[in-house]
Nanobody, 123 residues
Framework: VQLQASGGGFVQAGGSLRLSCTAS????????MGWFRQAPGKEREFVAA????????YYLDSVKGRFAISRDNAKNTVYLQMNNLKPEDTAVYYC?????????????????WGKGTQVTVSS
């Protein structure tokens, strides 16, 4: 499975960005798609996940109500809509895929990773 992420950029606080992640290859082996982020000097952290079979979603508390993860089954693509962005959201964002359930917040549970995309939020 290969994951291709895109959509990062530079935005002012309060702005919005939408990240996309398209999976290719043996996509029928994927049960969960997730987004993680890593800020400079910090460990990578879970942001959001989506159970591909039933559509249930999971979020980091600090992004609830601002971020939304969604999918397009036909395109094998998962999105992360990020609204009301804050400077503390600045990070490299990674999409990941997991071949097992239940959806995990631990990065070590994920089997496939895309290259990161930079999100920078200015104050």
């Amino acid at each position: 499975v290969q994951l291709q992420a895109s959509g990062g950029g530079f935005v002012q606080a309060g702005g919005s960005l939408r990240l996309s992640c398209t999976a290719s290859g043996r996509t029928n082996s994927i049960y969960v798609m997730g987004w993680f982020r890593q800020a400079p000097g910090k460990e990578r952290e879970f942001v959001a996940a989506l159970n591909w079979s039933n559509g249930r979603t999971y979020y980091l508390d600090s992004v609830k109500g601002r971020f939304a993860i969604s999918r397009d089954n036909a395109k094998n693509t998962v999105y992360l809509q990020m609204n009301n962005l804050k400077p503390e959201d600045t990070a490299v964002y990674y999409c990941a895929a997991d071949r097992t359930l239940p959806p995990a917040r631990d990065e070590y549970e994920y089997d496939y990773w895309g290259k990161g995309t930079q999100v920078t939020v200015s104050s």
